[in-house]
């Protein structure tokens, strides 16, 4: 399980935090843009999988496939899905939360395939981590977003509106590794104070996004606390 959480821990950071608003709008007007995009994507597993990459992984029909080549595998399989997403929106397909949700099933699916799971024991917990860091920040983001679009229409967040919950979600999720009580009385401090800002309207955020983007912090609190017992 090493190799899969490390990979999801790359994908996420190319597909999410790496991905700027540039760069999504640039993949899909040019092949330069998607090009780009692509290959952030083994600029990040090779880093964070180097001591495995020599290793076979996987013996697909008996061909032994050392980590390099699962690489490869992986990069071209992403260039064809973001190729068949892109060009299917640009031809009018919605982009919608079931089109996003199954465009990170492909890529999940994938990184699945060509991972040793059985033989591969997690040595390290810092790959949970660097998961739910993504998760709670521009995942979180993201998904919130194309929540929100179906039912309401919106835009993409405004960047000050965009920072300010990212970094109101980490305080969340970084709650949760203080010790007790300190960690129930600030998470309870930052979630009430929030949502004061929000209801006075000092703070434009819809009630959707807020109980959303919280949910997940919280969610990935609670796996982080209690799930991994904080040994890392």
């Not at 330069?32 to 999988?49: D, E, K, M, Q, R």
């Not at 000050?160 to 203080?178: D, G, H, P």
Request: with cysteine; glycine share 6%.
């Amino acid at each position: 399980m090493e190799i899969f959480f490390r990979l999801l821990f790359g994908h996420l950071l190319a597909d999410f935090t790496f991905q700027t608003n540039f760069i999504a709008d640039w993949k899909r007007r040019s092949y330069l843009g998607l090009f780009v995009h692509v290959f952030t994507h083994p600029a990040c597993y090779i880093p964070l999988l180097w001591p495995f990459l020599g290793d076979v992984w996987v013996s697909p029909f008996g061909i032994p496939l050392t980590g390099w080549v699962c690489l490869v595998i992986i990069t071209i399989l992403h260039f064809v899905e973001d190729w068949f997403r892109v060009t299917m929106v640009n031809r009018g397909w919605p982009d919608n939360t079931a089109f996003y949700t199954w465009d990170q099933f492909i890529h999940i699916f994938i990184i699945w395939l060509v991972s040793p799971l059985k033989a591969q024991p997690m040595m390290t917990q810092w790959p949970y981590l660097g998961i739910f860091f993504v998760v709670v920040t521009h995942f979180a983001t993201v998904t919130v977003y194309f929540i929100e679009k179906d039912i309401y229409g919106g835009e993409y967040p405004e960047t000050n509106e965009k920072y300010i919950s990212i970094m109101q979600r980490l305080v969340v999720w970084m709650a949760f590794f203080l010790p007790s009580p300190w960690w129930f009385l600030v998470l309870l401090f930052v979630l009430v104070s929030f949502g004061r800002h929000v209801w006075t309207r000092r703070l434009e955020f819809t009630w959707s996004s807020v109980v959303l983007g919280n949910f997940i912090a919280i969610a990935c609190g609670l796996i982080t606390r209690f799930g991994l017992k904080n040994h890392f």
